[in-house]
């Protein structure tokens, strides 16, 4: 078949500047091959190389005593005691998405999964942050309803279970919805697989489904703005099986259990090219692929679009010579493709053979560890002025206003559709703070959360940053897990705007501190950046992903008020209303400043919620809707009526960080304000639960009306 000829037009079709381009002509010195320039696109583009993050990634905290690996591998590994390993890891699938809700979401569980599983993890829990523009715009709910539906045939499918995530709208996600994918699981911590090759002469193994046409160039699209060709990029976005999936998943913990695995790599994002590349560097050695032996499930395929697919459910590994016959008889019994495609070689070379032909040959080493890498301008973000004025409503109108709007309703209609008890050991479901597996076997459970205030970013990056970490650390404390460590998915618009790299800079810089004080490295992630239509960039949304452990399910909080239960706060209550959910959902304003972090504050009522868990009934974090939102949802969740005493808007609706309310039994009330006063840490009686009334200081509503409200705003805002 004639190769296209190389031209401006092509090169920049690829993603990749002039600059760019003039260094790869440097490199091998002389004009790439088609297949050449689509290798180096898929391998420097921003979703595989990280090169306008890569500089600030290197500042965050990623290691401490509990963490086996941190970034860098398809997942980060943990552990977790009695020799045992969580790994976790969160990605996004923003743009394929938008384009294909329904597959895009899927794949993106898939890959995710697949993440977790390639290390020798079987998985145990998953979750999904989802963002998306006002419900009114009119490609919504078409979009919430193919994510939501993709998200849960792969889930419900592949059998892991849902256990938590966020929904959030918000007009800035009009043209670009994000996706961020969570998967954890569980290894033994001396039967965990890694990615660098090492040998030379080793088979270099194909394995899974077969090679088609979809997903070509998905990991470049990715890395471009959307415009009104968004259409013309349908053909990128993946197609997944999560059956096929599933068998994969048993056979390769067959293949791993039978000693056969030197290296293993989940063929993600940029296929063949960017596993092969990624093992090869890893180990210090060169790849020689012969592509007529890929399996392919479609004709006449080139060898630029067997190197740049991204069809689904397949693995890449280097396999020991002497077990060939016992692995192939692995994946044959899953009917699987096993098919050796390729050797490792002492040369630092990327040798692609097709028909006999070369069609490619580079310097393996300078696809991966020589991508470009760029500091980017940045402006700090300025200051926000203060809020102006007074915030006064009637309690009732601004708790109205808060669970009745499909951010804050209950999310029943979003994890109802997800099979959240599969596998037998979901402690704890979505719907009220973080979510809890057993370790099955064990005494022990994990808990896992994922948080961000996307408008606390956008107006202070660093305590937006903070704060995301800060929510993570409390919704695992709330449920009596210790916070092990975190994950973060950074989503931003373009880099190339030094405001948006500002934005980007200022989060980093408050994820990383917060990461530091709360004892949470981050051990792994994903950069999605270019999140921009037509020149209008998301919020930036830097999701936390965040995993903790309860040593033993006696640890857990998981309770739920009683009538009579007296309603606690622990932590200082100024009544920050700036950038809060009342002001954004009542009065339509996005106005003053995020609300401060004291990450000291935040480990010592956290430390002290833990060490006095047997004194409190039910807990949760304060966060968004403050008090108001925090005891109704906890009231409502037991069919239970509530009084609060104040009716000061600050105190019922402000944005406090480092708080959490607590349901207490009334003879447990005063031993919990000595052990506060002994541990230096405030805490106030704010009112009771029981009753049939949901009553604010001096106005009141039937809990009955209130229920309804919250129970059905969801499903009418994306009907």
Same mark, same amino acid.
């Given at each position: 078949?004639?190769?296209?000829?190389?031209?401006?037009?092509?090169?920049?079709?690829?993603?990749?500047?002039?600059?760019?381009?003039?260094?790869?002509?440097?490199?091998?010195?002389?004009?790439?091959?088609?297949?050449?320039?689509?290798?180096?696109?898929?391998?420097?583009?921003?979703?595989?190389?990280?090169?306008?993050?890569?500089?600030?990634?290197?500042?965050?905290?990623?290691?401490?005593?509990?963490?086996?690996?941190?970034?860098?591998?398809?997942?980060?590994?943990?552990?977790?005691?009695?020799?045992?390993?969580?790994?976790?890891?969160?990605?996004?699938?923003?743009?394929?998405?938008?384009?294909?809700?329904?597959?895009?979401?899927?794949?993106?569980?898939?890959?995710?999964?697949?993440?977790?599983?390639?290390?020798?993890?079987?998985?145990?829990?998953?979750?999904?942050?989802?963002?998306? =523009?006002?419900?009114?715009?009119?490609?919504?709910?078409?979009?919430?309803? =193919?994510?939501?539906?993709?998200?849960?045939?792969?889930?419900?499918?592949?059998?892991?279970?849902?256990?938590?995530?966020?929904?959030?709208?918000?007009?800035?996600?009009?043209?670009?919805?994000?996706?961020?994918?969570?998967?954890?699981?569980?290894?033994?911590?001396?039967?965990?697989?890694?990615?660098?090759?090492?040998?030379?002469?080793?088979?270099?193994?194909?394995?899974?489904?077969?090679?088609?046409?979809?997903?070509?160039?998905?990991?470049?699209?990715?890395?471009?703005?959307?415009?009104?060709?968004?259409?013309?990029?349908?053909?990128?976005?993946?197609?997944?099986?999560?059956?096929?999936?599933?068998?994969?998943?048993?056979?390769?913990?067959?293949?791993?259990?039978?000693?056969?695995?030197?290296?293993?790599?989940?063929?993600?994002?940029?296929?063949?090219?960017?596993?092969?590349?990624?093992?090869?560097?890893?180990?210090?050695? =060169?790849?020689?692929?012969?592509?007529?032996?890929?399996?392919?499930?479609?004709?006449?395929?080139?060898?630029?679009?067997?190197?740049?697919?991204?069809?689904?459910?397949?693995?890449?590994?280097?396999?020991?010579?002497?077990?060939?016959?016992?692995?192939?008889?692995?994946?044959?019994?899953?009917?699987?493709?096993?098919?050796?495609?390729?050797?490792?070689?002492?040369?630092?070379?990327?040798?692609?053979?097709?028909?006999?032909?070369?069609?490619?040959?580079?310097?393996?080493?300078?696809?991966?560890?020589?991508?470009?890498?760029?500091?980017?301008?940045?402006?700090?973000?300025?200051?926000?002025?203060?809020?102006?004025?007074?915030?006064?409503?009637?309690?009732?109108?601004?708790?109205?206003?808060?669970?009745?709007?499909?951010?804050?309703?209950?999310?029943?209609?979003?994890?109802?559709?997800?099979?959240?008890?599969?596998?037998?050991?979901?402690?704890?479901?979505?719907?009220?703070?973080?979510?809890?597996?057993?370790?099955?076997?064990?005494?022990?459970?994990?808990?896992?959360?994922?948080?961000?205030?996307?408008?606390?970013?956008?107006?202070?990056?660093?305590?937006?940053?903070?704060?995301?970490?800060?929510?993570?650390?409390?919704?695992?404390?709330?449920?009596?897990?210790?916070?092990?460590?975190?994950?973060?998915?950074?989503?931003?618009?373009?880099?190339?705007?030094?405001?948006?790299?500002?934005?980007?800079?200022?989060?980093?810089?408050?994820?990383?501190?917060?990461?530091?004080?709360?004892?949470?490295?981050?051990?792994?992630?994903?950069?999605?950046?270019?999140?921009?239509?037509?020149?209008?960039?998301?919020?930036?949304?830097?999701?936390?992903?965040?995993?903790?452990?309860?040593?033993?399910?006696?640890?857990?909080?998981?309770?739920?008020?009683?009538?009579?239960?007296?309603?606690?706060?622990?932590?200082?209550?100024?009544?920050?209303?700036?950038?809060?959910?009342?002001?954004?959902?009542?009065?339509?304003?996005?106005?003053?400043?995020?609300?401060?972090?004291?990450?000291?504050?935040?480990?010592?009522?956290?430390?002290?919620?833990?060490?006095?868990?047997?004194?409190?009934?039910?807990?949760?974090?304060?966060?968004?809707?403050?008090?108001?939102?925090?005891?109704?949802?906890?009231?409502?969740?037991?069919?239970?009526?509530?009084?609060?005493?104040?009716?000061?808007?600050?105190?019922?609706?402000?944005?406090?960080?480092?708080?959490?309310?607590?349901?207490?039994?009334?003879?447990?009330?005063?031993?919990?304000?000595?052990?506060?006063?002994?541990?230096?840490?405030?805490?106030?009686?704010?009112?009771?639960?029981?009753?049939?009334?949901?009553?604010?200081?001096?106005?009141?509503?039937?809990?009955?009306?209130?229920?309804?409200?919250?129970?059905?705003?969801?499903?009418?805002?994306?009907?």
């Amino acid at each position: 078949m004639h190769e296209p000829e190389i031209t401006t037009d092509l090169i920049a079709a690829h993603g990749l500047k002039p600059d760019e381009y003039d260094r790869i002509l440097q490199i091998i010195g002389r004009e790439p091959t088609f297949t050449e320039l689509g290798i180096f696109s898929a391998m420097w583009n921003e979703h595989c190389s990280y090169k306008s993050s890569k500089k600030w990634l290197r500042t965050l905290p990623t290691s401490g005593p509990q963490v086996i690996c941190g970034p860098g591998e398809n997942a980060g590994v943990v552990d977790i005691g009695d020799g045992q390993a969580v790994i976790f890891k969160m990605e996004s699938h923003n743009h394929p998405s938008y384009i294909e809700p329904h597959q895009g979401a899927a794949t993106g569980v898939g890959g995710i999964l697949r993440d977790v599983f390639t290390m020798g993890a079987r998985p145990i829990a998953a979750m999904d942050s989802l963002s998306f =523009g006002v419900p009114s715009h009119p490609k919504t709910a078409h979009l919430v309803k =193919g994510v939501v539906e993709g998200v849960g045939s792969y889930g419900n499918c592949f059998g892991v279970p849902n256990v938590g995530g966020e929904v959030r709208f918000h007009a800035a996600y009009n043209g670009n919805c994000l996706v961020n994918a969570f998967a954890a699981g569980l290894a033994d911590t001396d039967k965990i697989f890694y990615s660098a090759a090492s040998g030379v002469g080793m088979p270099v193994v194909y394995l899974g489904a077969k090679t088609g046409r979809d997903g070509v160039g998905g990991a470049t699209m990715a890395s471009a703005e959307f415009d009104d060709t968004i259409e013309e990029k349908r053909p990128t976005v993946q197609v997944g099986d999560p059956f096929t999936e599933k068998r994969l998943l048993e056979a390769c913990l067959e293949l791993m259990a039978s000693g056969s695995v030197i290296s293993i790599q989940d063929m993600g994002a940029a296929g063949l090219t960017c596993s092969a590349v990624e093992m090869g560097d890893k180990g210090g050695l =060169g790849i020689k692929l012969t592509l007529d032996h890929v399996p392919q499930r479609e004709t006449n395929m080139t060898a630029y679009e067997m190197m740049l697919s991204e069809s689904q459910e397949r693995m890449l590994m280097v396999l020991k010579p002497e077990k060939e016959a016992e692995a192939r008889a692995i994946f044959e019994k899953w009917d699987l493709d096993f098919a050796i495609v390729g050797e490792t070689i002492p040369e630092d070379r990327f040798l692609i053979l097709h028909g006999n032909t070369v069609k490619a040959d580079l310097p393996l080493s300078k696809l991966s560890s020589s991508a470009p890498e760029y500091d980017r301008p940045w402006v700090p973000t300025p200051a926000a002025k203060p809020l102006a004025g007074p915030v006064a409503i009637d309690p009732i109108e601004g708790l109205k206003a808060l669970i009745g709007s499909p951010n804050y309703a209950h999310k029943a209609w979003v994890w109802e559709q997800y099979d959240t008890m599969v596998m037998a050991d979901t402690v704890r479901m979505p719907g009220l703070g973080a979510g809890v597996v057993r370790v099955h076997g064990t005494e022990k459970a994990l808990a896992f959360t994922s948080d961000v205030t996307p408008r606390y970013v956008k107006a202070n990056p660093i305590e937006g940053g903070k704060q995301a970490v800060a929510e993570a650390y409390r919704n695992l404390t709330a449920v009596g897990a210790t916070p092990l460590a975190s994950t973060d998915n950074l989503n931003f618009g373009n880099p190339e705007k030094p405001e948006i790299m500002g934005q980007f800079v200022g989060a980093i810089k408050g994820i990383g501190e917060a990461c530091a004080a709360l004892d949470m490295p981050i051990v792994s992630g994903n950069v999605s950046l270019y999140n921009e239509t037509d020149g209008k960039g998301i919020l930036p949304t830097p999701t936390i992903g965040a995993v903790g452990l309860l040593n033993s399910l006696d640890d857990l909080i998981a309770g739920l008020p009683a009538t009579g239960d007296i309603a606690m706060v622990i932590g200082e209550t100024n009544g920050h209303l700036g950038q809060s959910a009342l002001l954004a959902e009542a009065f339509g304003r996005e106005e003053g400043d995020a609300p401060p972090v004291d990450l000291t504050a935040e480990r010592k009522n956290g430390e002290f919620l833990r060490a006095n868990r047997k004194l409190v009934s039910a807990a949760t974090d304060l966060s968004d809707g403050g008090l108001a939102l925090a005891t109704f949802e906890m009231a409502e969740a037991a069919g239970l009526g509530l009084t609060l005493d104040s009716e000061d808007t600050g105190q019922l609706f402000g944005e406090d960080q480092a708080r959490y309310l607590v349901a207490v039994k009334p003879g447990n009330a005063a031993l919990l304000e000595e052990a506060a006063a002994k541990a230096g840490v405030a805490i106030t009686r704010a009112g009771l639960f029981g009753g049939t009334a949901v009553s604010l200081g001096s106005a009141a509503a039937p809990l009955r009306d209130l229920s309804d409200l919250y129970r059905t705003a969801f499903a009418k805002a994306v009907a």
